[in-house]
T-cell receptor, first 113, second 116 residues
Framework: GESVGLHLPTLSVQEGDNSIINCAYS??????FIWYKQESGKGPQFIID?????DKRQGQRVTVLLNKTVKHLSLQIAATQPGDSAVYFC????????????FGAGTRLAVHP | GAGVSQTPSNKVTEKGKYVELRCDPI?????LYWYRQSLGQGPEFLIY????????DSGLPNDRFFAVRPEGSVSTLKIQRTERGDSAVYLC??????????????FGPGTRLTVL
Protein backbone atom coordinates (compact mmCIF):
# COMPACT_ATOMS: atom_id res chain seq x y z
CA GLY A 1 0.00 0.00 0.00
CA GLU A 2 0.89 3.66 -0.12
CA SER A 3 3.61 4.67 2.30
CA VAL A 4 2.76 7.85 4.15
CA GLY A 5 5.16 10.19 5.77
CA LEU A 6 8.52 9.08 4.45
CA HIS A 7 10.01 12.52 4.95
CA LEU A 8 8.03 13.69 7.95
CA PRO A 9 9.40 14.48 11.40
CA THR A 10 9.25 11.45 13.66
CA LEU A 11 8.35 11.18 17.32
CA SER A 12 9.63 7.96 18.88
CA VAL A 13 8.15 6.82 22.18
CA GLN A 14 8.14 3.73 24.33
CA GLU A 15 4.95 1.76 24.71
CA GLY A 16 3.06 2.98 27.76
CA ASP A 17 4.54 6.48 27.68
CA ASN A 18 2.50 9.58 26.91
CA SER A 19 2.96 11.21 23.50
CA ILE A 20 2.60 14.86 22.57
CA ILE A 21 2.33 15.85 18.93
CA ASN A 22 2.44 19.53 18.06
CA CYS A 23 1.07 21.54 15.18
CA ALA A 24 1.26 25.20 14.20
CA TYR A 25 -1.73 26.35 12.19
CA SER A 26 -1.73 29.13 9.68
CA UNK A 27 -4.86 31.22 9.85
CA UNK A 28 -6.04 33.19 12.86
CA UNK A 29 -9.54 33.16 11.32
CA UNK A 30 -9.78 29.37 11.60
CA UNK A 31 -12.43 28.31 14.07
CA UNK A 32 -12.41 24.54 13.94
CA PHE A 33 -9.50 22.13 14.26
CA ILE A 34 -9.26 18.38 13.81
CA TRP A 35 -6.64 15.71 14.36
CA TYR A 36 -6.47 12.83 11.93
CA LYS A 37 -4.49 9.59 12.13
CA GLN A 38 -3.27 7.99 8.93
CA GLU A 39 -1.86 4.49 8.73
CA SER A 40 0.07 3.31 5.72
CA GLY A 41 -2.20 2.51 2.81
CA LYS A 42 -5.29 3.99 4.45
CA GLY A 43 -7.17 7.24 4.41
CA PRO A 44 -7.05 9.70 7.33
CA GLN A 45 -9.10 8.63 10.34
CA PHE A 46 -10.83 11.21 12.55
CA ILE A 47 -9.48 11.28 16.12
CA ILE A 48 -10.76 14.38 17.87
CA ASP A 49 -11.80 17.93 17.12
CA UNK A 50 -11.99 21.25 18.94
CA UNK A 51 -13.66 24.59 18.27
CA UNK A 52 -11.93 27.91 18.70
CA UNK A 53 -14.07 28.84 21.71
CA UNK A 54 -12.44 26.03 23.67
CA ASP A 55 -8.86 25.50 24.78
CA LYS A 56 -9.02 21.85 25.75
CA ARG A 57 -11.04 18.81 24.83
CA GLN A 58 -10.65 15.23 25.99
CA GLY A 59 -11.52 11.95 24.36
CA GLN A 60 -10.63 8.39 25.08
CA ARG A 61 -6.88 8.43 25.80
CA VAL A 62 -6.51 11.61 23.74
CA THR A 63 -6.55 15.28 24.64
CA VAL A 64 -6.35 18.23 22.27
CA LEU A 65 -5.07 21.60 23.47
CA LEU A 66 -5.57 24.81 21.54
CA ASN A 67 -3.55 28.00 22.08
CA LYS A 68 -5.01 30.67 19.83
CA THR A 69 -2.54 33.31 20.97
CA VAL A 70 0.35 31.53 19.30
CA LYS A 71 -1.76 29.52 16.81
CA HIS A 72 -0.66 26.21 18.25
CA LEU A 73 -2.45 22.91 18.55
CA SER A 74 -1.30 19.76 20.34
CA LEU A 75 -2.48 16.19 20.59
CA GLN A 76 -1.71 14.23 23.72
CA ILE A 77 -2.01 10.46 23.67
CA ALA A 78 -1.97 8.72 27.04
CA ALA A 79 -0.41 5.30 27.53
CA THR A 80 0.72 5.06 23.91
CA GLN A 81 0.24 1.66 22.30
CA PRO A 82 1.87 0.04 19.25
CA GLY A 83 -1.43 0.48 17.42
CA ASP A 84 -1.00 4.24 17.75
CA SER A 85 1.93 4.14 15.33
CA ALA A 86 0.90 6.21 12.32
CA VAL A 87 1.22 9.66 10.78
CA TYR A 88 -0.81 12.33 12.56
CA PHE A 89 -2.13 15.41 10.80
CA CYS A 90 -3.75 18.48 12.22
CA UNK A 91 -6.28 20.24 10.02
CA UNK A 92 -8.00 23.60 10.26
CA UNK A 93 -11.17 25.05 8.85
CA UNK A 94 -11.64 28.74 8.16
CA UNK A 95 -14.62 30.38 9.76
CA UNK A 96 -17.81 31.16 7.92
CA UNK A 97 -17.71 28.37 5.41
CA UNK A 98 -18.08 24.71 4.87
CA UNK A 99 -15.62 22.06 5.97
CA UNK A 100 -12.75 22.61 3.56
CA UNK A 101 -9.87 21.07 5.46
CA UNK A 102 -6.43 22.63 5.38
CA PHE A 103 -3.93 20.03 6.54
CA GLY A 104 -0.64 20.57 8.29
CA ALA A 105 2.57 18.77 7.39
CA GLY A 106 2.11 15.75 9.63
CA THR A 107 4.17 13.94 12.25
CA ARG A 108 5.08 10.27 12.25
CA LEU A 109 4.59 8.57 15.62
CA ALA A 110 6.69 5.44 16.16
CA VAL A 111 5.85 3.39 19.25
CA HIS A 112 8.48 0.93 20.41
CA PRO A 113 7.65 -2.06 22.64
CA GLY B 1 -22.15 0.56 8.48
CA ALA B 2 -20.13 0.85 5.29
CA GLY B 3 -17.60 3.63 5.08
CA VAL B 4 -16.45 5.65 2.09
CA SER B 5 -15.25 3.40 -0.71
CA GLN B 6 -13.03 4.28 -3.64
CA THR B 7 -12.26 2.40 -6.80
CA PRO B 8 -9.86 1.43 -8.12
CA SER B 9 -7.44 1.16 -5.23
CA ASN B 10 -4.55 1.45 -7.65
CA LYS B 11 -4.40 2.85 -11.16
CA VAL B 12 -1.35 2.84 -13.41
CA THR B 13 -1.62 4.75 -16.65
CA GLU B 14 0.58 6.23 -19.31
CA LYS B 15 1.27 9.89 -19.79
CA GLY B 16 -1.44 11.48 -21.91
CA LYS B 17 -4.17 8.99 -21.06
CA TYR B 18 -7.56 9.72 -19.51
CA VAL B 19 -8.53 8.30 -16.09
CA GLU B 20 -11.62 8.19 -13.94
CA LEU B 21 -11.58 7.68 -10.19
CA ARG B 22 -14.76 6.76 -8.37
CA CYS B 23 -15.98 7.58 -4.87
CA ASP B 24 -18.95 6.05 -3.06
CA PRO B 25 -19.73 8.17 0.00
CA ILE B 26 -21.40 7.04 3.18
CA UNK B 27 -25.12 6.64 2.55
CA UNK B 28 -27.04 9.79 3.37
CA UNK B 29 -24.02 12.09 3.38
CA UNK B 30 -24.80 15.20 1.39
CA UNK B 31 -21.31 16.69 1.32
CA LEU B 32 -18.46 15.12 -0.64
CA TYR B 33 -14.87 16.23 -0.96
CA TRP B 34 -11.88 15.25 -3.09
CA TYR B 35 -8.32 15.70 -1.87
CA ARG B 36 -4.94 14.84 -3.36
CA GLN B 37 -2.03 13.59 -1.27
CA SER B 38 1.53 13.52 -2.51
CA LEU B 39 4.11 11.36 -0.80
CA GLY B 40 5.16 12.74 2.56
CA GLN B 41 2.59 15.52 2.58
CA GLY B 42 -0.84 16.20 3.97
CA PRO B 43 -3.92 15.98 1.77
CA GLU B 44 -4.70 19.05 -0.37
CA PHE B 45 -8.25 20.12 -1.16
CA LEU B 46 -9.45 19.75 -4.73
CA ILE B 47 -13.23 20.14 -4.89
CA TYR B 48 -16.34 20.09 -2.70
CA UNK B 49 -19.86 19.00 -3.61
CA UNK B 50 -23.02 19.83 -1.72
CA UNK B 51 -25.60 17.53 -3.26
CA UNK B 52 -25.14 17.44 -7.01
CA UNK B 53 -23.42 20.77 -7.43
CA UNK B 54 -19.75 21.63 -7.11
CA UNK B 55 -19.84 24.36 -4.46
CA UNK B 56 -16.11 24.99 -4.59
CA ASP B 57 -13.66 23.72 -7.21
CA SER B 58 -10.91 26.18 -6.34
CA GLY B 59 -8.44 23.39 -5.55
CA LEU B 60 -8.50 21.78 -8.99
CA PRO B 61 -5.00 22.43 -10.40
CA ASN B 62 -6.04 23.08 -14.00
CA ASP B 63 -8.73 22.37 -16.57
CA ARG B 64 -7.53 18.81 -17.10
CA PHE B 65 -9.26 17.95 -13.83
CA PHE B 66 -13.02 17.67 -13.59
CA ALA B 67 -15.43 16.01 -11.16
CA VAL B 68 -19.11 15.18 -11.25
CA ARG B 69 -21.75 13.96 -8.84
CA PRO B 70 -24.85 13.66 -11.03
CA GLU B 71 -27.25 12.10 -8.53
CA GLY B 72 -25.85 13.53 -5.33
CA SER B 73 -24.25 10.30 -4.23
CA VAL B 74 -21.41 8.68 -6.21
CA SER B 75 -18.76 11.04 -7.53
CA THR B 76 -16.22 10.61 -10.30
CA LEU B 77 -12.97 12.54 -10.58
CA LYS B 78 -11.81 12.74 -14.18
CA ILE B 79 -8.30 13.59 -15.31
CA GLN B 80 -7.55 14.23 -18.96
CA ARG B 81 -4.14 14.06 -20.66
CA THR B 82 -2.49 12.77 -17.50
CA GLU B 83 0.99 13.98 -16.62
CA ARG B 84 3.64 12.39 -14.41
CA GLY B 85 3.07 15.14 -11.87
CA ASP B 86 -0.50 13.91 -11.39
CA SER B 87 0.83 10.82 -9.61
CA ALA B 88 -0.51 10.87 -6.06
CA VAL B 89 -3.12 9.32 -3.81
CA TYR B 90 -6.56 10.75 -4.50
CA LEU B 91 -8.72 10.75 -1.39
CA CYS B 92 -12.46 11.16 -1.14
CA UNK B 93 -14.30 12.18 2.02
CA UNK B 94 -17.95 12.64 2.89
CA UNK B 95 -19.85 14.28 5.70
CA UNK B 96 -23.46 14.32 6.79
CA UNK B 97 -23.66 18.05 6.25
CA UNK B 98 -21.19 20.74 5.32
CA UNK B 99 -20.85 22.35 8.70
CA UNK B 100 -21.68 22.30 12.35
CA UNK B 101 -21.62 19.27 14.56
CA UNK B 102 -22.35 16.86 11.73
CA UNK B 103 -19.69 18.12 9.38
CA UNK B 104 -16.99 15.63 10.37
CA UNK B 105 -15.35 14.29 7.24
CA UNK B 106 -14.83 10.56 6.87
CA PHE B 107 -12.21 9.50 4.38
CA GLY B 108 -12.01 6.60 2.01
CA PRO B 109 -8.84 4.53 1.52
CA GLY B 110 -7.82 6.49 -1.56
CA THR B 111 -6.86 5.65 -5.11
CA ARG B 112 -3.15 5.55 -5.81
CA LEU B 113 -2.59 6.97 -9.29
CA THR B 114 0.72 6.37 -11.02
CA VAL B 115 1.39 8.05 -14.35
CA LEU B 116 4.30 6.51 -16.23
Amino acid sequence: GESVGLHLPTLSVQEGDNSIINCAYSNSASDYFIWYKQESGKGPQFIIDIRSNMDKRQGQRVTVLLNKTVKHLSLQIAATQPGDSAVYFCAEIFSGGYNKLIFGAGTRLAVHP
Amino acid sequence: GAGVSQTPSNKVTEKGKYVELRCDPISGHTALYWYRQSLGQGPEFLIYFQGTGAADDSGLPNDRFFAVRPEGSVSTLKIQRTERGDSAVYLCASSLTSGGAFGTQYFGPGTRLTVL
